[in-house]
């Protein structure tokens, strides 16, 4: 058991170096889009939301959660209890693992269709990494995870592709009460994971964004 917590992370590169030692999928499956999340990108996110305050003894929930980066380094951030949810069970069994090797027991794993879940009351902070649509039957799947995000969420931190912004923006203005501050431009590097893979490494560049909305 790894014995970690807040205390211990005295700086963004401690927390993205502990990120990175949360393993990603052991069989990715293409049509859920499933690529790890990127270490620096994760930090950035729950580095930003607990400088502000908003982990400690708050509630979180990780929507798409694979195998539980955000959710995981929220929890050892000091947040009282997360909810990690995925479609795929088989993330979700990776992720518990790596709650128990951590000695988490404030971490819940549901598996549901971001879509189609029920849950009760608001969260203080939302993180995901939605699917980006790459495949074409999810196309506009990341606005409605985002959609789901801000009705149980009073922060959102969320990942979008770049050439999406202006879209991403104008959507969250529409919905009213929102505002989105972009914390990061980056470049994701998605290893070499599916048979159609010709490339040792693609690159996509996306942005990572903090949206509140206190008036929801």
């Avoid at 993205?16 to 049509?31: C, F, H, M, T, V």
Wanted: proline share 3%; glycine share 8%; net charge positive.
């Amino acid at each position: 058991m790894r014995m970690v917590r807040g205390a211990d992370i005295r700086r963004l590169r401690d927390l993205e170096l502990l990120i990175q030692g949360i393993p990603g999928y052991k069989s990715p499956k293409l049509n859920l889009e499933q690529y790890i999340t990127d270490a620096n990108v994760v930090a950035v996110a729950i580095w930003d939301a607990y400088m502000r305050n908003r982990l400690t003894n708050a509630r979180i929930l990780d929507l798409g959660c694979g195998t539980g980066r955000f959710a995981i380094a929220a929890a050892l951030m000091g947040a009282r209890q997360v909810i990690c949810i995925d479609i795929d069970p088989e993330a979700l069994a990776i992720a518990k693992e790596s709650a128990n090797d951590y000695g988490l027991n404030n971490v819940d794993f549901i598996a549901s269709d971001v879509r189609d879940m029920a849950l009760l009351g608001r969260f203080d902070v939302v993180f995901q990494n939605p699917p980006f649509g790459i495949q074409s039957e999810r196309g506009g799947l990341d606005i409605k995870f985002l959609a789901t995000a801000i009705n149980h969420g009073n922060m959102v931190y969320t990942i979008h592709k770049l050439n999406t912004l202006d879209y991403v923006h104008n959507k969250v203005n529409s919905w009213g009460g929102c505002v989105m501050n972009v914390l990061d431009k980056v470049i994701i590097t998605i290893p070499l994971t599916y048979k159609h893979h010709r490339r040792r490494i693609y690159k996509t560049e996306a942005f990572l964004a903090r949206i509140e909305c206190p008036g929801k």
